[in-house]
């Protein structure tokens, strides 16, 4: 009898992926190289100059004087990088820099990695092994993925898998969630919520109703929250630990970006102890295996830490809400994420011909921006995304809107879109 294979995620991707992407690529419209930037002032490969709607630096402190010069003072102490593991050698901004960060997430522990994505792969294991002294587990675990959690934790599945189950689940939606937790109880499983907080694409996550529901289920949420961080918050700390008001719950991980509105590079955890801490340090394998983020832009998350914890982070907020409420007002609250706390903001269109038309005429009116396809969009569809900064002049957005009308006039007619989650990442 013949059996039929499960597809890989691999393989259903690259089945229903078409060349749309590649289009966007050889027009231009996307992957294109900058040589020189003011503010959002770009310019290309080609010498022509363009106002950027791409950039997550959604504060512009990524060419902040404080966070150039000590970048440059590292590199003229120490070089450009110390080529170890951090359990080796470690430059001595790293524990500067974990310090500044506890400061701004008082109450938590806190270790640094490369990336957000390294903080997955690094945490998440000793998370589902009950090696977090802090995070305990009686029954193993059943991992709970949110249908549009980051694709840096979907593509984890198969190492999840090693610890427990993965079941889809939609965090909007509360039956979804209790017949998740309903289902975890029966079966002696310890739920783990995995959740972005700020969505890459569109929406906020209830981080604190979730965090509450899991307790209650006695289970633990692993937060995402590398969009929302610097944005909002006391400090910059961020649209989760703000929703939580600045208070870190005993069930709950906090991964953050230093890449995005943080204005360096990077990524980090936030644990209940130093305790997880010291396992973390010891057993994670980025950590164990993998290098420290390289020396001159350690210091600059130094320097952009000491800002956070400054006044200038709230006027730096305030004149980022100041542009998104502008958009909002402007287009008449019609585009994805309209009205909601977030930096970023599309324009959904029925088809990728239609989608790739309107990211020409915009690049044609001197604005470029970020077109995405499936699998970040369901396939067929096309989205144009717009990310915000407190950079952005009040002309450049009125040019943006501006073009967002002539393109609705040529017949190319975008609409809101609703919740989108990643469509590949996980099969059923």
Not at 124 to 152: C, E, F, I, Q
Not at 182 to 201: A, F, H, W, Y
Not at 305 to 324: D, G, Y
Request: aromatic share 6%.
């Amino acid at each position: 009898m013949d059996v039929k294979q499960k597809q890989d995620w691999m393989t259903i991707r690259r089945s229903r992926t078409t060349g749309a992407l590649a289009q966007a690529i050889d027009e231009g419209l996307t992957s294109f190289t900058v040589v020189e930037r003011h503010g959002k002032q770009i310019t290309t490969e080609e010498g022509k100059v363009f106002t950027e709607f791409v950039s997550c630096s959604y504060l512009g402190l990524e060419h902040h004087p404080a966070l150039i010069e000590a970048a440059n003072q590292a590199m003229a102490r120490t070089g450009i990088h110390l080529s170890s593991s951090r359990g080796a050698m470690r430059p001595q901004y790293l524990r500067q820099l974990e310090e500044l960060l506890e400061e701004i997430y008082q109450g938590g522990s806190v270790a640094v990695f490369t990336s957000t994505s390294n903080v997955h792969l690094g945490v998440l294991p000793l998370l589902g092994s009950g090696s977090l002294p802090n995070y305990p587990l009686t029954r193993p675990v059943h991992w709970l993925m949110d249908k549009t959690a980051h694709a840096s934790m979907q593509v984890l599945r198969g190492i999840l898998e090693q610890f427990g189950p993965v079941s889809r689940v939609d965090s909007a939606d509360e039956p979804s969630v209790q017949q998740a937790l309903q289902n975890c109880g029966e079966n002696q499983r310890t739920p783990v919520l995995l959740i972005d907080g700020i969505g890459s694409m569109n929406g906020l996550i209830p981080v604190a109703e979730l965090t509450r529901k899991l307790a209650a289920a006695g289970g633990y949420v692993y937060v995402d929250d590398a969009h929302g961080i610097s944005i909002v918050g006391r400090n910059g700390a961020g649209y989760a630990f703000a929703a939580l008001d600045h208070v870190l719950p005993s069930n709950l991980i906090l991964a953050g970006s230093l890449s995005k509105a943080f204005g360096g590079a990077g990524g980090f955890v936030v644990v209940a102890g130093a305790d997880d801490i010291e396992v973390i340090s010891t057993l994670a394998n980025p950590l164990v295996f993998g290098h420290s983020i390289m020396v001159p832009m350690l210091a600059a998350n130094v320097a952009a830490a000491k800002l956070h914890l400054s006044l200038e982070i709230e006027i730096r907020q305030e004149q980022l809400w100041k542009n998104v409420n502008l958009f909002d007002s402007l287009t008449g609250n019609s585009l994805m994420n309209a009205g909601v706390q977030s930096p970023v903001r599309g324009a959904l269109f029925e088809n990728e011909v239609e989608g790739l038309e309107a990211a020409r005429l915009l690049r044609d009116n001197g604005i470029l921006l970020f077109p995405v396809f499936y699998p970040l969009v369901p396939d067929g569809n096309a989205m144009l995304r717009f990310a915000f900064s407190s950079e952005h002049k009040e002309s450049e957005i009125r040019q943006l809107v501006n073009t967002l009308f002539k393109i609705r006039e040529k017949g190319l007619n975008w609409a809101k879109p609703q919740a989108i989650a990643p469509q590949v990442q996980v099969t059923q």
